[in-house]
């Protein structure tokens, strides 16, 4: 047994090995399929749940299309999370029997059971309907079609009883789907509808505010003020999408009492998930803060995203700083950094790796930002200079709040203060990328060498996204300037400062540089790890933009638009 010491608390280790073998088991599978079990690699240990005060009542860790991996459910589970989600996109229906399907391979719910865990899954309405050329068409969706509401009803009565039975609750969403169901009238109906049956069931049931557009919002929340006081309310902690500098969702603490569920995403969909380290505890700290000085009464953490997740990356202590804290442990961040670092890296390197991963978040946020707002969307590649639709993102922060009007005029008209003000921020994200793999370097003898390597990568990842983003916003900032000069020799001093910027990102793209290196392999703790090369963004990528943002700089591109 090995006990760690972290700040005021104690962390109890009954497995201290950090790497076991390789150990596979080969069970049937739907459909006649093999299923390789992967190896549980978390070690057992616990945290004094409780120990500062009470713990949130819901702590869930949500997985995205109803992919899991057992060692992130084990992980959260001995962190003091009591739940697991599981995110169904699109088709309500098709997602759901995949989810079975691979249920009945994986066996995830009787895991997640077997560990205290309940389990819920998204639903999406209206989903599956039929189309208005069929026969079996219901008619327009509407709050007063019964037909429509009694072919819902029997979807839920058989989805409860025998499609996915054992699952302990559903989590309405209502958009992204075939119909949206943010009418006011039309949610209401639906979500008691879905009340009563998860009741007849004893089931429970979660209603998510999430939606696109403010009108929407509008409606859903006049919804929400007519629901069941004891319903349960999920909100994201931002407003619509993610984003480093999101303000605080409005929603929060405005559920008229109900219990209300925070969404986190620490895997980083918006972010550049495990390609970069992006420690985000400050910033967890901050919303969750506000979160529970509005009454919110749990967390939903999403951990995993496509090939990515939070498992044994640096990106893990955003799992710790949530888990921790909703489960009363501690609200202190050193206590949170300690805890997790002594764990994974042991003693000697905890307090060099700490100050080597503190600044990520600034770093990352510098990554995806132009000052409040994201640039463009920040999932794909990135925009070209000339692109018209940067700033106006549906989660864009102007959309959601006023106050952040007059920033979006000035990074739209590409004012010189803001441009100014901007410059700054990403010098200082530069100074703190470069620092960051420079306390590293004072770590790497207390680390194993793939420890060492892993964080390398993460470090070395956030340096170069940073100089090729901060060039791209830079030239973004100076288009914008240029087209609304008013004067010649304005608009040709801009246009001229365009050329340096896209030089820079050349450079970063140059032979000689560390996106022309081959990755080295590396198997440790349970998978491949491709290391020693920046993840997430290619030379060829790069050289594309480049050429491209050539085109702008002489007049010769044609913008077009992105925006979601």
């Given at each position: 047994?090995?006990?760690?010491?972290?700040?005021?608390?104690?962390?109890?280790?009954?497995?201290?090995?950090?790497?076991?073998?390789?150990?596979?088991?080969?069970?049937?599978?739907?459909?006649?399929?093999?299923?390789?079990?992967?190896?549980?690699?978390?070690?057992?240990f616990s945290v004094p749940v409780g120990r500062m005060r009470l713990p949130l009542p819901y702590r869930i860790v949500s997985f995205?299309?109803?992919?899991?991996?057992?060692?992130?459910?084990?992980?959260?589970?001995?962190?003091?999370?009591?739940?697991?989600?599981?995110?169904?996109?699109?088709?309500?229906?098709?997602?759901?029997?995949?989810?079975?399907?691979?249920?009945?391979?994986?066996?995830?719910?009787?895991?997640?059971?077997?560990?205290?865990?309940?389990?819920?899954?998204?639903?999406?309405?209206?989903?599956?309907?039929?189309?208005?050329?069929?026969?079996?068409?219901?008619?327009?969706?509407?709050?007063?079609?019964?037909?429509?509401?009694?072919?819902?009803?029997?979807?839920?009565?058989?989805?409860?009883?025998?499609?996915?039975?054992?699952?302990?609750?559903?989590?309405?969403?209502?958009?992204?789907?075939?119909?949206?169901?943010?009418?006011?009238?039309?949610?209401?109906?639906?979500?008691?509808?879905?009340?009563?049956?998860?009741?007849?069931?004893?089931?429970?049931?979660?209603?998510?505010?999430?939606?696109?557009?403010?009108?929407?919002?509008?409606?859903?929340?006049?919804?929400?003020?007519?629901?069941?006081?004891?319903?349960?309310?999920?909100?994201?902690?931002?407003?619509?999408?993610?984003?480093?500098?999101?303000?605080?969702?409005?929603?929060?603490?405005?559920?008229?009492?109900?219990?209300?569920?925070?969404?986190?995403?620490?895997?980083?969909?918006?972010?550049?998930?495990?390609?970069?380290?992006?420690?985000?505890?400050?910033?967890?700290?901050?919303?969750?803060?506000?979160?529970?000085?509005?009454?919110?009464?749990?967390?939903?953490?999403?951990?995993?995203?496509?090939?990515?997740?939070?498992?044994?990356?640096?990106?893990?202590?955003?799992?710790?700083?949530?888990?921790?804290?909703?489960?009363?442990?501690?609200?202190?961040?050193?206590?949170?950094?300690?805890?997790?670092?002594?764990?994974?890296?042991?003693?000697?390197?905890?307090?060099?790796?700490?100050?080597?991963?503190?600044?990520?978040?600034?770093?990352?946020?510098?990554?995806?930002?132009?000052?409040?707002?994201?640039?463009?969307?920040?999932?794909?590649?990135?925009?070209?200079?000339?692109?018209?639709?940067?700033?106006?993102?549906?989660?864009?922060?102007?959309?959601?709040?006023?106050?952040?009007?007059?920033?979006?005029?000035?990074?739209?008209?590409?004012?010189?203060?803001?441009?100014?003000?901007?410059?700054?921020?990403?010098?200082?994200?530069?100074?703190?990328?470069?620092?960051?793999?420079?306390?590293?370097e004072l770590a790497r003898t207390h680390l194993p060498p793939a420890e060492y390597e892993i964080l390398y990568t993460r470090l070395?990842?956030?340096?170069?996204?940073?100089?090729?983003?901060?060039?791209?916003?830079?030239?973004?900032?100076?288009?914008?300037?240029?087209?609304?000069?008013?004067?010649?020799?304005?608009?040709?001093?801009?246009?001229?400062?365009?050329?340096?910027?896209?030089?820079?990102?050349?450079?970063?793209?140059?032979?000689?540089?560390a996106l022309g290196r081959e990755p080295m392999v590396v198997e440790h703790m349970g998978r491949k790890w491709q290391l020693g090369?920046?993840?997430?963004?290619?030379?060829?990528?790069?050289?594309?933009?480049?050429?491209?943002?050539?085109?702008?700089?002489?007049?010769?591109?044609?913008?077009?638009?992105?925006?979601?």
């Amino acid at each position: 047994m090995l006990i760690v010491a972290a700040g005021l608390f104690t962390l109890i280790v009954y497995v201290a090995i950090r790497h076991r073998p390789e150990q596979v088991a080969v069970v049937g599978g739907g459909g006649g399929e093999a299923f390789v079990e992967p190896p549980i690699v978390v070690p057992d240990f616990s945290v004094p749940v409780g120990r500062m005060r009470l713990p949130l009542p819901y702590r869930i860790v949500s997985f995205h299309r109803g992919r899991a991996d057992k060692n992130l459910i084990k992980l959260a589970a001995q962190l003091g999370f009591n739940g697991v989600q599981f995110q169904i996109e699109g088709s309500t229906e098709g997602g759901v029997q995949e989810f079975v399907q691979r249920d009945a391979r994986e066996h995830l719910i009787d895991y997640c059971h077997k560990l205290g865990m309940k389990v819920t899954v998204w639903v999406h309405e209206m989903s599956d309907l039929p189309p208005s050329e069929s026969r079996n068409y219901l008619g327009p969706v509407a709050a007063d079609n019964e037909k429509l509401f009694a072919f819902l009803d029997e979807r839920y009565e058989r989805m409860l009883t025998k499609t996915i039975p054992t699952i302990d609750g559903l989590v309405l969403t209502v958009v992204e789907t075939q119909v949206r169901a943010t009418d006011a009238q039309i949610l209401e109906r639906l979500a008691k509808m879905l009340a009563a049956k998860c009741a007849k069931h004893n089931k429970s049931l979660i209603v998510r505010t999430f939606v696109w557009y403010p009108g929407e919002f509008r409606d859903v929340m006049a919804a929400i003020g007519r629901l069941a006081p004891n319903q349960v309310i999920m909100s994201k902690v931002v407003p619509q999408d993610w984003q480093m500098r999101g303000t605080n969702a409005p929603e929060i603490g405005a559920v008229g009492g109900r219990p209300q569920i925070i969404e986190y995403d620490v895997c980083g969909e918006y972010f550049h998930k495990s390609n970069v380290a992006n420690c985000m505890v400050d910033l967890l700290k901050r919303q969750f803060d506000y979160g529970l000085s509005k009454g919110a009464q749990g967390i939903c953490v999403r951990v995993d995203r496509g090939d990515a997740s939070v498992l044994f990356e640096p990106n893990e202590v955003n799992l710790w700083a949530l888990g921790l804290m909703a489960a009363g442990v501690t609200d202190k961040a050193d206590d949170i950094w300690a805890m997790w670092a002594n764990w994974r890296y042991g003693s000697a390197a905890a307090p060099l790796v700490i100050n080597a991963l503190k600044s990520t978040s600034l770093v990352v946020t510098e990554i995806t930002s132009l000052g409040p707002f994201t640039f463009g969307d920040t999932r794909i590649p990135p925009p070209l200079p000339d692109d018209p639709d940067i700033l106006l993102m549906n989660w864009q922060n102007w959309r959601w709040d006023a106050d952040y009007l007059p920033a979006y005029y000035a990074a739209d008209r590409g004012d010189l203060a803001f441009i100014t003000q901007v410059a700054k921020q990403k010098q200082v994200a530069a100074k703190a990328a470069e620092d960051c793999l420079a306390y590293l370097e004072l770590a790497r003898t207390h680390l194993p060498p793939a420890e060492y390597e892993i964080l390398y990568t993460r470090l070395l990842t956030n340096q170069t996204q940073l100089a090729t983003k901060s060039a791209m916003q830079m030239a973004t900032l100076y288009y914008r300037a240029m087209i609304h000069a008013t004067t010649q020799a304005q608009r040709k001093a801009w246009r001229e400062a365009m050329r340096p910027e896209i030089d820079r990102v050349r450079l970063v793209a140059g032979e000689g540089g560390a996106l022309g290196r081959e990755p080295m392999v590396v198997e440790h703790m349970g998978r491949k790890w491709q290391l020693g090369v920046p993840t997430g963004l290619t030379r060829q990528a790069l050289e594309h933009w480049a050429a491209e943002a050539d085109t702008v700089v002489t007049g010769e591109h044609i913008p077009h638009s992105t925006a979601k």
